[in-house]
């Protein structure tokens, strides 16, 4: 099915069911409900999970099979945005020019970025990539204020061209689209105590990201992806063999680069603004971390890393002293004050704190990262399953039915 086969078959359809399901899954506590706050199923952070899991499932292309560390991989996300919002204003509002032009782009300075960067590696390719980031960041908010605004990033207007549109002067700024379909239109179902909102806009992100992980799932089980493993493994080797390794790397990195512009378009594609802050080494980090955290070189790691940091980010973040005190609620006054106290500096606008500590425990006991935790603890069930099995054959033998 699809060319794909066992395990990755498997994954690819788990990956669809949750992707499809998210609204529910997502949605576990009922409305007015005292654990309502962490539900996420809401189509603006659905969004998010699929478009950063994007953004993770192309950077780890390059640093999972590679063993490339970019540090200005956030460079194509903001160049993806920019692109996506010019053709906002000059072409269309629907969404499929717009993201085939930053996929292009993104892919096109990817190219000059790692023609140039790739004649380095190690710690040395990684401040290339930084440097190049941080240039492209700089002249966003200054030297190319007319391309892209400069600090108030770029946004519609009423007078855009739209020369597709038909060229009409909208009385309000106009929505993005799919051939008609806007991407904010969403869908309530009521079930009991239970809401559940459909978006349009997010199961469009959804199916795009299915199908990048479904090529990455392609591209890992290729020859291609062999030589990157190669490379990741010795790259003197292959080099004293007379293999140019070049060629290889630099269409890894040019196809990281076009994951990153489709994410960057996404994200225009949901809120029409492009800023320069999309750009930044911290949103270059950012991928880093999803990445490590679920798992570098594995297909489903970067996803579930994305996943995690933006629940952090929207919604472990608004856990304030209120939550905590009607947490602890049932506990002595004195006992209560201390355990706010306690865990307030982990919660709120402290949950980076929370996230770091995270990200050492996964890096010291999980190299892997969540994927490597997700097979111990299957590998713990089987064992303890093989045991009992074990047992009961044992009791039998020594027991047999008269």
Known sequence: MLGLHGRDLTLFLV????????????????????LAQFNAGYPDLMQRFVIYGIFAIGFNILFGLTGYLS????????LGSYAAVWMFKLLSMNVIPALILSTVVAGLFALVIGFISLRRSGIYFSILTLAFAQMMYALAYSVLTPITNGE?????????????????????????????????ETTVLHMGSWEFTIGAGYYFAGILMLIA???????FRSP???????????QNRMNYTGLNTRPYTLAAFVISGMYAGLAGGLLAAMDPLAGAERMQWTASGEVVLMTILGGAGT????????GLIKYFENIFSKINDGVLHAWFGAVPDGMEDVLVTVFHPFVGKGWHLTLGLM????????????????????????????????????????????
């Open 15 to 34: 990956v669809t069911a949750l992707v499809v399901f998210a609204p529910v899954i997502l949605n576990p506590f009922p409305i007015g409900s005292s």
């Open 71 to 78: 540090f200005g991989h956030a460079a194509f996300l903001g």
């Open 152 to 184: 108030t990033g770029l946004q519609l207007a009423l007078d855009d061209p739209r020369i597709l549109d038909g060229g009409e002067r909208p009385t309000s700024l106009p929505v993005t689209d799919l051939f008609g379909l806007e991407m904010r």
């Open 213 to 219: 992980f479904y090529l990455s799932i392609r591209i």
């Open 224 to 234: 291609f992806g062999m030589m990157l493993r190669a490379v990741k493994s010795n």
């Open 299 to 306: 297909l489903l790691g970067p996803v579930l890393g994305a």
């Open 359 to 402: 990200f050492m425990a996964v890096v010291i006991f999980l190299p892997g990262g969540l994927v490597e935790g997700g097979t111990r603890i299957g590998r713990l069930f089987r064992r303890r399953g093989r045991n009992a099995g074990g047992a009961e054959a044992e009791a039998a033998a020594k027991h047999p039915a008269e």
